[in-house]
């Protein structure tokens, strides 16, 4: 019983070091070989830490156990009974296969303890397996599994392992981040009110003080663009000022990092302000985002390919590579709530912040 509330003791502390999960399982082994004790059930939990690398997701401790296990001996007269600990680290790769469906596969090592001294003694072992996981909300899922241990000093005392249990996700435990007030648009009209006399002859014929301007206008999708109208200064008037960049979100598809043809219309004319003689110290922020569908690792990497896709499309138009920033929230700063189609379509975005 002492080893029971160690093990468990120890996935707690690992389920709260950090972005991370824990499981209740419950399950069977089935011994490939006559030569060995009984099948059996187990009752096992795990805490899984995620990772944040290219090859791994999750590093995962667990531990199983076992009562009345029947030694199953080429001589039945041996025939005795043990409870059976097992304790093992697993190293993890998810795959996000449809919206709400994870597939992985792991390997890892452990050790297989007797309760009492059978002739099958304690040994080590490793262990390779795949297993599904579906979530039910942000946090909840199930997940099923099968695995095969091979034993070290025994390569013909192989077991099949199957489980099925349930899974919380720590996803609160992540590093808080202070959210980001993003601007209203602002109506065209309102906008222009603003400029300036000698900078609204940028838009009347009847004035012949032209200069350099940016005009704020909505796209067919509702994003906020900037158009850029230059012309030919003929009068002293070349020191007008020019009109502030305004925030803008570029949205995605679902489980997409692709930009849209009119985003990318959206995209030159920003870079065509930043490289205008008003603008050329401006530096931008990209922030990627998601919605909170699926895992939070994957989306994670999503929300920063979405960022570095914005990165580079700045600057194929011609905009310096280090005045821009890429940086992947995940789904930390939502600006809808995730339980609507609508919201989620707003949360799949990438801010662009000008500094």
């Known amino acids: 019983m002492k080893k029971v509330v160690l093990g468990v003791a120890a996935s707690m502390v690992l389920a709260y070091a950090g972005s991370s999960e824990i499981s209740v399982v419950v399950g069977g082994v089935e011994p490939i070989h ?37 030694y199953r001996p080429k001589d039945s007269s041996l025939k005795d009974e043990s409870a059976l600990h097992r304790a093992y ?70 077991n099949v392992f199957y489980s099925l249990g349930f899974v919380y996700s720590f996803g609160s435990k992540r590093q808080e981040t202070t959210p980001i007030a993003v601007q209203d648009p602002v109506p065209t009209a309102e906008v222009q009110e603003e400029i300036p006399p000698q900078e609204q002859s940028i838009v009347s014929d009847e004035v012949e003080q032209p200069t350099l301007a940016a005009i704020v206008a909505e796209d067919a999708q509702g994003n906020i663009v900037i158009v850029e109208d230059i012309k ?31 985003t990318k219309i959206t995209l030159q004319s920003i870079a065509n302000n930043l490289q205008s003689e008003g603008y050329l110290n401006v530096k931008v922020l990209v922030k990627g985002h998601t919605d909170a569908t699926g ?17 580079k ?25 995730n339980s609507t189609k609508e919201g989620r379509a707003a949360n799949r975005r990438a801010e662009i912040i000008f500094e």
């Open 232 to 262: 030919e200064d003929t009068t002293e008037n070349v020191n007008a000022e020019v009109t502030p960049l305004i925030q803008q979100n570029i949205n995605f598809d679902f489980d997409s990092a692709q930009i849209k043809d009119n």
């Open 34 to 70: 006559s030569y060995r004790y009984n099948g059996h059930t187990t009752y096992g939990i795990r805490a899984g830490l995620g990772l944040e690398t290219a090859l791994i997701d999750q590093i995962e401790l667990g531990y199983d156990y076992s009562s009345g296990v029947e």
């Open 89 to 158: 680290l697993n190293i993890i790769k998810e795959l996000e296969v449809v919206k709400s469906l994870k597939l992985y596969a792991l390997g890892g090592i452990g050790y297989e303890m007797l309760q009492k001294d059978l002739p099958q003694r304690s040994r080590g072992f490793g262990q390779y397996g795949v297993g599904l996981k579906f979530y039910f909300t942000d946090n909840i899922a199930i997940r099923g599994e099968v695995r095969q241990g091979i034993e070290f000093s025994s390569p013909n005392r192989d």
């Open 313 to 337: 499309e700045l600057a194929d138009n011609g905009v310096a590579k280090d005045r821009v920033t890429a940086k992947g929230y995940g789904e930390l700063e939502p600006i809808e709530p």
């Open 295 to 311: 895992g939070k690792f994957y989306n994670l990497k999503l929300s920063q390919i979405r960022a570095n896709a914005v990165k």
